[in-house]
Nanobody, 129 residues
């Protein structure tokens, strides 16, 4: 059974930093497409950052230059380093994953569109001014 478990959310002051983690288990793919998404009350889910199976990254316009996505493949863990936080960053943050099954699997990764197979339960981030 595939599980994605986020951690690291919490409260921060504007201008501060937080690091989110997402541990992936039970998924035996050769490589992964992974992403972070967020949803604030009354707003649509927003793609924050993504990292493709080849290591390339892309970011939403609202976080580019402030957030950094990375992975530790040995630990099957995804990270989101969030710096220069703003009150508008307040949301529930979700990680998502989709596997790729070797060199013959040439499908493009979803990037920051929400077309992932597996999702975590979310971790709350609250930024105060």
């Amino acid at each position: 059974q595939v599980q994605l478990v986020e951690s690291g959310g919490g409260s921060a002051q504007a201008g501060g930093s937080l690091r989110l983690s997402c541990a992936v288990s039970g998924y035996g793919a050769s490589s992964y497409c992974m992403g972070w998404f967020r949803q604030a009350p009354g707003k649509e889910r927003e793609g924050v950052a993504a990292i493709d199976s080849d290591g390339s990254t892309n970011y939403g316009d609202s976080v580019r230059g402030r957030f950094t996505i990375s992975t530790d493949n040995a630990k099957n863990t995804l990270y989101l380093q969030m710096n220069s936080l703003k009150p508008d960053d307040t949301a529930m943050y979700y990680c998502a994953a989709e596997g790729r099954w070797g060199p013959t699997d040439r499908r493009l990764c979803p990037g920051i569109s929400p077309d992932y197979n597996y999702w975590g339960q979310g971790t709350q981030v609250t930024v105060s001014s």
